[in-house]
């Protein structure tokens, strides 16, 4: 009885084994499916290509875990449903919120904010100097943006004075057409957008920096996702962590330790 016991439990590691093996096949046969949206530096579009400071760390942490990626730009409230509904698909930056927390399944930190409300400079008429005064205007941010929600949530914004857009872009074309009073964003992420508008940094003027502002930025998937794909992307992401694409996402000095100065 102890030989055909042990028979059956030998027989039942090898199958676990086995579908462990195939299940890591599984995940590397096809490309793990990105949504995100563009959002200068971190994430770009150009000439059809996905890229960006925070691209370049999924770039890394996708090749030390030996997976490609079939990268799918959309604005950020779709990217961010399909995100929210389908295992298996990974989705970058999104803030940890306490509304967000049981959702997904967090990889790591990829990138960090200092948000605060900015105007354009002409708009003498704007004038704020707490967070109560911004309740005098109309304020734009993205849909499903941890932003609007804290708007609407925390800083009590009334829903007349909110205007919601599908992505940072329509934000900002919206703002400097003047159909907006304020927006939100970070001083060192609105490079591309005055380029493309073709403002100076003395065209634009933050007013307000709330400390619920400041955000890191995460790497996730939805709660019942693959565990051997999520266990995968945790492990190699720790091996990206502190390299120099890590480094440059976060703001970081660069390291000339031997560590920092892997290719990823």
């Given at each position: 009885?102890?030989?055909?016991?042990?028979?059956?439990?030998?027989?039942?590691?090898?199958?676990?084994?086995?579908?462990?093996?195939?299940?890591k096949s599984a995940i590397a046969a096809e490309p793990?499916?990105?949504?995100?949206?563009?959002?200068?530096?971190?994430?770009?579009?150009?000439?059809?290509?996905v890229g960006g400071l925070t691209t370049a760390?999924?770039?890394?942490?996708?090749?030390?875990?030996?997976?490609?990626?079939?990268?799918?730009?959309?604005?950020?409230a779709r990217a961010f449903r399909i995100a929210a509904t389908t295992p298996d698909v990974l989705i970058y930056n999104m803030a940890r919120t306490?509304?967000?927390?049981?959702?997904?399944?967090?990889?790591?930190?990829?990138?960090?904010?200092?948000?605060?409300?900015?105007?354009?400079?002409?708009?003498?008429?704007?004038?704020v100097t707490q967070l109560a005064d911004i309740k005098h205007y109309v304020v734009g941010a993205q849909r499903e943006d941890f932003?609007?929600?804290?708007?609407k949530n925390t800083a009590k914004q009334p829903p007349e004075k909110l205007e919601l857009?599908?992505?940072?872009?329509?934000?900002?074309r919206l703002l400097v057409n003047?159909?907006?009073?304020?927006?939100?964003?970070?001083?060192q992420a609105i490079d591309d957008m005055l380029y493309q508008h073709q403002l100076e940094r003395s065209d634009i003027e933050f007013v307000l920096f709330p400390p619920a502002l400041e955000q890191q930025t995460w790497i996730a998937l939805k709660k019942g996702s693959s565990p051997a794909l999520v266990q995968r992307l945790r492990l190699a992401y720790q091996q990206v962590q502190g390299g120099r694409v890590y480094q440059k996402a976060m703001g970081l000095p660069l390291s000339n330790d031997h560590t920092a100065s892997k290719a990823f």
């Open positions: 009885m102890r030989q055909i016991a042990v028979k059956r439990w030998q027989g039942s590691v090898s199958a676990m084994v086995l579908g462990l093996l195939l299940s793990l499916r990105v949504v995100l949206e563009v959002s200068p530096p971190h994430q770009t579009l150009e000439n059809g290509k760390v999924v770039d890394a942490m996708l090749q030390q875990a030996g997976l490609s990626a079939s990268y799918e730009v959309y604005p950020w306490p509304e967000r927390e049981a959702q997904f399944e967090w990889i790591g930190v990829v990138t960090r904010y200092k948000f605060g409300f900015l105007k354009l400079s002409r708009r003498e008429d704007i004038q932003s609007a929600e804290w708007l857009q599908p992505d940072v872009i329509e934000t900002w003047g159909k907006l009073d304020l927006m939100i964003d970070d001083p």
